[in-house]
């Protein structure tokens, strides 16, 4: 069976810290991987999502990126953070093609105080 | 650009009475559409997945209808339980992409 791992589970961060949220998938191969953010108040949005190693294509200009170095690791970072990004960080594979159901993680909770 | 609505935003029922969770969605060119639940601070868990060619799915107590045409979809839960007690989250797929509603939030009382 598929499982999808996010770390860590919870973050606190300084503004204009740098950011590293990490998502693993295991039990797949060359799975199509997606970051998520659910801001309070506010439903998903996508952020990035990725069809295989070293290709992101970003959703919202923002002061994130995204690398997949591995076929199933997905990294978000952030050279600075701000405040507005303090959120829920959800990681997400599917079989391809990309409407296939999506499998969500366990999340990351950032607040940047 | 797909917008999607889930009326209620909050729902409370006593115990054992059938739950009706309703979604809409303005544009019908959609692969799917997936009902997730989630619990206060974790991630989601996928309930359902509906075709864009089917009509309905089903899952123990749960029951989900797809109107494409009309752009709507509503998630039956059966004999609700106060383990039912979550938010619920529709989801349609364009093709890679999800675009969410809200979510309504369901209290179940004991």
């Known amino acids: 069976s598929q499982t999808i791992h996010q770390w860590p589970a919870t973050l606190v961060q300084p503004v204009g810290s740098p950011l590293s949220l990490e998502c693993t998938v295991e039990g797949t191969s060359n799975p199509n991987l997606y970051w998520y953010r659910q801001a309070a108040g506010r439903g998903l949005q996508l952020l990035f999502y990725s069809v295989g190693i070293g290709q992101i294509s970003s959703e919202v200009p923002q002061n994130l990126s995204a690398s997949r170095p591995q076929d199933r690791q997905f990294i978000l970072s952030s050279k600075k953070l701000l405040l507005s990004d303090s959120g829920f960080y959800l990681c997400?594979?599917?079989?391809?093609?990309?409407?296939?159901?999506?499998?969500f993680g366990p999340g990351t909770r950032l607040t940047v105080l | 650009k797909q917008e999607v609505t889930q009326i209620p935003a909050a729902l409370s029922v006593p115990e054992g009475e059938n739950l009706v969770l309703n979604c809409s969605f303005t544009?019908?060119?959609?692969?799917?559409l997936q009902w997730f639940r989630q619990d206060p601070g974790k991630g989601l868990t996928s309930l359902l997945l509906i075709q864009s060619s089917q009509r309905e799915q089903t899952s123990g107590r749960l029951n989900a209808s797809l109107d494409k045409s009309s752009g709507r979809s509503t998630l039956y839960i059966a004999a609700s339980q106060p383990g039912d007690s979550a938010t619920y989250l529709c989801a349609v797929s364009g093709d890679y992409k999800l675009s969410f509603g809200a979510g309504t939030t369901v209290t179940v009382r004991a």
């Open positions: 997400a594979w599917s079989k391809k093609p990309g409407r296939n159901e999506q499998f």
């Open positions: 544009d019908s060119a959609i692969y799917n």
